[in-house]
């Protein structure tokens, strides 16, 4: 095969590629998005880590919000699960970016659980723009 049909081949794949991901377009976390493994982690992690500032009933304390329930969902209706990541990361303040990059995506799994958000067959990534697809919104 010449380079010009390589470089042509390889560009359709890209271009096929990249419309398959965007006709595929977000999903949301209500769709099975974390395993109960990567859950029950967090859990754990959860509450060695987080649960003396939002609580054994991640309801949070004073000035820590929520961490499941109506008023957790409501305040982050409509965002994505990378913003989510991110605010994990920023915990807690005094110790920022503690928790490695699976920990802190098996807390966030454990905070979807937490909701009543179900599981799936499939982990929830750490690839941050992977999650940047998958929007935190209403129950179907």
Known sequence: MSGFLRRLTYVTAVVLG????????PRSAWSGVYTD???NAGEKIYYARCASCHGDELGGIERAPALAGAQFLDSWRGRNLRR?????DEMPP?????L???DAVAVLSFV????EIPSGPV???ADRTQLAEISLDRAP
């Open 84 to 88: 989510l990541l991110d605010r994990i």
């Open 37 to 39: 493994e990567q859950a």
């Open 112 to 115: 979807l659980r937490s909701s």
């Open 94 to 98: 005094t110790e920022p970016r503690s």
């Open 100 to 102: 490695s990059a699976a």
């Open 123 to 125: 982990p929830l990534p």
């Open 18 to 25: 990249g419309m398959a991901l965007t006709a595929a377009g």
